[in-house]
């Protein structure tokens, strides 16, 4: 298969005011491109060429560093773009909001659970909740633009929702204060699709 | 009673003791102004780096190893022994250290080259100022992620490139290539992103306009004392 650069959902000023316009379109046009393209570059230099990302990622460690790094970078913003919408927040329902109430206690408990891992991530990386091979539910973060898909990873799952913490997510509007994008994230995420990302994978 | 009044006395004194006490770790001032380096480094940057960042790193530093006898030791003797210190002491002393030796870095007016042993040093280990100048920004710009790149002097007297992830540093022993950092660049987003967005390469471009090779040399001749 070719690989494409997706298309972004919406427009750059879509989830202003908690997202900006000008981080969107940097983040967009110029990160999530660059790792496109560094992606399309690395790969056709392995065997690989052509497979999926989900079949890249399952052997990342024997592949060289580039194809983990950009081909993470490539995977893991299009999913981010896709976990958000301007009209987005409040809390999911169906199953999934059952599977979180099961996991964590309440919706509240997770976000916190998921606002620390942000949070404390140090360094550049994401936030992830994915759901494991035995269908449960599992909070964690990853280093740099690893995700819960690779082969090195301690936390192995489909990730379901992810939260870009690289500074370059939201340095222009909240500069050293993470937690204040953290919690303007939660006004944004797109529960329909990460319910249906969830019950794709249960059934 | 003897005791009774060694404990009283013990308890009475105790705070002026410990007010008398100088902690050994200081939050150093900028040694410049913010806006000092424009149009290189913006105002709005440094000033955020400075208080913000670098301040946050030796919070969190000071209160990791508060009540401990870690607060005694030299950073030297913790990066020496950092295998064996929690993240948060790895973390924030490298995030501490490693700031306070960046502003020194760099100078308003600086730029220009080295000279001097330092610039023989240069040439011997990479062919030529401009070598190395481009070496040190290949290192800047292939580290991933956050962190920083160093210019170090090894045990053997010979100077080496070498770049570390978020706030790890050559003195550490956690890492592979160790020795004496002399000269650092922080490749860190928030070093440069509210000028420079996605454009690293660009920052460190505009780098060279205020690095202090004064202080670089005064590293290098400290260093190689050291070793000797």
């Known amino acids: 298969m070719d690989y494409k650069f997706p298309e972004l959902p919406y427009a750059f000023n879509a989830l202003e005011p908690h997202i900006d316009a000008m981080t969107m379109e940097i983040h967009y046009t110029k990160h999530h491109k660059t790792y496109f393209d560094k992606f399309v570059a690395a790969i056709k230099e392995t065997d690989m060429n ?7 990622f399952a052997q990342v460690s024997k592949l060289p560093v580039p194809v983990r790094n950009h081909g993470g970078g490539l ?29 964590y206690g ?32 599992c909070v964690c973060s990853s280093a740099n633009q690893d995700n819960p898909l690779m082969d090195n990873f301690e936390c192995q799952g489909t990730p379901i929702l992810g939260l870009d913490v690289w500074e370059h997510a939201y340095y222009l509007k909240f500069q050293n204060r993470r937690p204040d994008y953290i919690s303007a994230f939660w006004n944004v995420v797109n529960w329909p699709v990460i319910e249906a990302r969830y019950e794709s994978i249960i059934k | 009673m003897k005791k009774l ?14 007010k008398a006490q100088e902690p050994v770790h200081k939050f150093a001032p900028l040694p410049y102004a ?23 790193y030796y919070n969190n530093f000071m209160a ?21 210190y929690p993240t948060a002491i790895r973390n924030n002393g490298g995030g501490y250290w490693n700031h306070e030796m960046f502003w020194n870095c760099m100078k308003p007016n600086g730029g220009g080259a080295p000279t001097g ?14 070598d190395f100048k481009k070496q040190f920004a290949d290192a800047g710009i292939k580290r991933f992620g956050s962190g920083w790149v160093w210019l170090v002097l090894g045990k053997d007297g010979k100077l080496f490139i070498t770049s570390t992830a978020n706030q790890d540093n050559p ?37 060279w306009n205020v690095a202090n090779w004064d202080y670089v040399q005064k590293l290098y001749e400290q260093g190689l004392l050291k070793n000797n």
């Not at chain 1, 052509?50 to 890249?56: K, P, V």
């Not at chain 1, 995977?75 to 909001?97: C, D, I, Q, R, V």
């Not at chain 2, 404990?7 to 002026?16: E, G, M, S």
């Not at chain 2, 709005?44 to 301040?55: A, Q, S, W």
Request: net charge negative.
């Open chain 2, 117 to 130: 042993k330092l610039a023989d040093a240069i040439k011997t280990s990479f062919g030529s100022f401009d």
């Open chain 1, 75 to 103: 995977y893991n913003h299009t999913l981010f773009w896709e976990s958000m919408s301007p009209n987005g927040g409040g809390a999911p329902g169906g199953k999934l909001a059952e599977a979180i109430n099961a996991k």
């Open chain 2, 64 to 84: 990791a190893i508060k009540g401990t006898e870690t607060e005694s030791k030299s950073m030297q003797e913790i990066f020496a022994q950092m295998s064996t």
């Open chain 2, 34 to 56: 913010y806006d000092a380096l424009e149009p290189y480094i913006d105002k709005m940057t440094m000033e955020i780096h400075y208080d913000r960042h670098h301040r946050a």
């Open chain 1, 50 to 56: 052509g497979a999926s990302l989900e079949e890249i």
């Open chain 2, 171 to 207: 003195l550490m022993n956690t890492e592979e290539k160790r020795g004496t950092p002399i000269f650092c660049l922080d490749v860190w987003e928030h070093a440069y992103y509210l000028k420079y967005q996605n454009k690293r390469g660009d920052y460190i471009s505009a780098f």
């Open chain 1, 106 to 137: 309440s919706f509240e408990d997770f976000k916190t659970k998921f606002n620390d891992a942000a949070a404390n991530r140090f360094g550049s990386g994401w936030a992830w909740l994915s759901v494991k091979a035995d269908k449960s539910l």
């Open chain 2, 5 to 18: 009044i060694f404990v009283l006395t013990a308890i009475i004194t105790l705070p002026f003791v410990m």
